[in-house]
């Protein structure tokens, strides 16, 4: 302490001192959270091995700490046995954190507060032989961890003291700060460099509503020297802390969590701006410290004083937006894969709405009443939204999710109507179970359409130049397209299965999963031929039988769409053309099987060649298989139908 507080304390002038007490309190707290670092970092070195390449030098010139000693330490740490570590500078580092925390207790002394100050002193006092004792530079594992530890669940702990001790030194900041600075409390701090807290706060205030009535946010801010430390309590977890310091024009964040997830979010809604980042954990090596909190660093250092306003001004803004974060992601994870809900709250903070509506709202209670009103398909209670909507419905739909939410309770609606107005929305989005099942069966049957397209062409083509390279290629095409259809069909049977009701579309993909199958082979088949050459009244059958299976594809889509939007208005109309359809296709079924039988006839008076009579017997016979599973699918489908509604 100076020599002018002791002699203000000894006047009795505490009042006059608590500011300075105070100020060097708080920056024990952060070469405290070094020494922390510096002692996790080389346990998790020393457990590793020599790979590990993080680097504390940031942290270190952040926390004003100058000896050179320190700087070797993770490097040359070790481990003796499984459970003890080698650590250069052990004793020395202790001895440090013992400093540190005696820095932040005296303000509390100072302030009169004994009971206080007492309760500390005597959490103090039962931590001192683990600090104090006399190592050898080894030190157990677990020692570490009762050192580091902010787990509350565990017993006592140096860090968990410092953590109390520095939320203690922000409460009485508050009560002593000399003046308010748009929200801030301040103290110390000359004019000219006021207008960094004023940049900050302007930001904060810009997007502070979006926390509603939610705790948090409350900001302090001192000058040490030319530099000004401004430090936001983001929520109501202790380690939950971000400090910014301003220095000319270089700006470093320090910023503590206990959610590595969370950690990365917070750098990713900085990411507008060239951050130079240093982290005191990889994501490998969370396994190690699950009890531990993670802390990262970065410096930004702005090209002119108008470039650090505007960075302030955004950082500001964005704190708002880690506000029980970690909540919203587990909410949304119920309905969309991890990945997605993360992006989810990208796109809120990046668009300035947020989650705290939509947690406030009931989070996924409203998604579940949405659900139960809107839509028969159980399956989007039990799993995941983009399984059943596709990835770009589902984002679009927790989209509009978070805007209404945050819209409708920043004007104040009642939430009754809330609820109304994000199920209007919804419904754009969800659909019946069956409407999701006839979504899947159409894309089968475009799939199916796109392979006897490519069939007639390749068939149109018989004799051309070009034919054999034609039916090739077209023969890998169908390949493709045939393994997207099994995907589509493994989904089909996959919702299926969870309810016994829809069997019906399981049988249903299974059949029309047949036609794809039989034009694939048709097209393999005819991948066979190597000759170009084919007797042309052949190929003429072969050429009439493949445009009847386009028809039948195309007439096909025409009564999956009607089964899909019948209207009961339209009800007759509707039901006229569907009729129509399925004659056709029955039609169709019956003439290729006349094809069939004329072409096999044929092959057999005309053709001399063996592997032209193989090829298009068997191209043949799939063409007429295909013909029989049209008819299968139309007749399943007319049943379907036709049970439902009636003329």
């Known amino acids: 302490m100076a020599i002018k507080n002791k002699i203000l304390l000894n006047l009795g002038e505490k009042d006059l001192i608590l500011p300075d007490l105070i100020k060097e309190g708080l920056i024990a707290n952060d070469r405290v959270k070094y020494f922390f670092t510096l002692l996790q970092t080389a346990k998790i070195k020393a457990l590793r091995g020599t790979d590990f390449p993080v680097n504390l030098q940031i942290e270190k010139v952040n926390a004003k700490i100058d000896d050179i000693a320190y700087d070797d330490v993770v490097k040359n740490c070790s481990l003796v046995d499984k459970d003890t570590v080698y650590i250069p500078e052990l004793n020395k580092i202790l001895k440090s954190i013992d400093d540190c925390i005696l820095s932040m207790m005296r303000p509390l002394e100072i302030a009169g507060d004994d009971e206080r100050f007492n309760e500390y002193t005597d959490r103090y006092n039962d931590m001192q032989t683990i600090l104090l004792k006399d190592y050898d530079e080894t030190i157990a594992v677990k020692t570490i961890d009762l050192i580091i530890s902010a787990d509350k669940g565990m017993k006592d702990t140096p860090h968990l003291l410092v953590m109390d001790l520095h939320k203690e030194l922000n409460n009485l900041l508050s009560m002593i700060a000399l003046e308010t600075i748009d929200g801030a409390n301040v103290f110390n701090v000359d004019e000219e460099y006021k207008y960094i807290i004023k940049t900050f706060m302007k930001g904060l205030n810009r997007t502070a509503k979006l926390k509603f009535d939610h705790p948090g946010l409350g900001t302090t801010a001192t000058q040490a020297d030319n530099r000004i430390v401004i430090q936001n309590d983001i929520g109501e977890t202790d380690a939950h802390v971000i400090v910014i310091t301003v220095e000319d024009l270089t700006s470093n964040i320090t910023y503590t969590d206990v959610h590595f997830n969370r950690v990365q979010f917070f750098q990713s809604i900085l990411d507008r701006y060239s951050i130079n980042w240093s982290t005191t954990a990889t994501k490998e090596d969370v396994k190690f410290e699950s009890s531990v909190y993670y802390m990262i660093t ?151 359409l796109d392979i006897a397209s490519m069939l007639r062409d390749s068939l149109l083509r018989i004799n051309s130049p070009d034919f054999i390279d034609l039916i090739n290629k077209n023969a890998e095409i169908a390949k493709t397209l045939e393994r997207d259809a099994d995907n589509v069909v493994i989904k089909i049977r996959t919702l299926a ?108 008076e005309k053709c001399n060649s063996f592997k032209e009579h193989y090829t298009f017997c068997e191209v043949s016979e799939k063409f007429e298989k295909s013909g029989d599973a049209f008819m299968y699918v139309a007749e399943m489908l007319y049943s379907h139908v036709m049970n439902k509604f009636t003329i």
């Open 298 to 448: 970065g410096r930004y250092v702005a090209k002119d004083k108008d470039d650090l306003e505007d960075f302030l001004e955004y950082l500001g803004s964005r704190i708002v937006f880690m506000i029980d974060w970690n909540r919203a992601r587990k909410k949304l994870q119920i309905f969309v894969p991890k990945k997605m809900a993360v992006e989810l709250l990208k796109w809120a903070a990046d668009n300035e709405i947020g989650h705290m509506a939509f947690l406030i709202l009931g989070g996924e209670k409203i998604l579940y009443e949405a659900i139960s009103t809107l839509s028969t398909n159980t399956s989007l209670v039990s799993g995941k939204f983009n399984d059943i909507l596709g990835d770009e419905k589902t984002f679009d739909a927790f989209k509009t999710v978070l805007a209404i939410s945050c819209e409708s309770l920043l004007k104040n609606k009642p939430r009754p109507i809330v609820y109304d107005e994000i199920k209007a929305e919804l419904s754009k989005f969800l659909k019946s179970t069956e409407e999701i099942f006839m979504d899947y069966i159409s894309d089968i049957a475009y799939y199916i």
């Open 497 to 604: 299965e969870k309810d016994q009701r829809y069997i019906f579309f399981k049988e249903l993909a299974t059949m029309i999963d047949d036609v794809i199958d039989y034009l694939e082979e048709a097209a393999f088949y005819l991948s066979l031929l190597q000759d170009r050459f084919v007797v042309e009244e052949i190929s003429v059958y072969l050429q009439d039988l493949s445009e009847k299976i386009v028809f039948a594809s195309m007439e096909m889509i025409k009564i999956i769409e009607i089964t899909m939007d019948i209207k009961q208005k339209n009800l007759r109309e509707d039901i006229s053309e569907f009729l129509n359809s399925i004659h056709y296709i029955r039609t169709i079924e019956q003439t290729t099987d006349k094809i069939d039988r004329i072409i096999k006839k044929l092959l057999i």
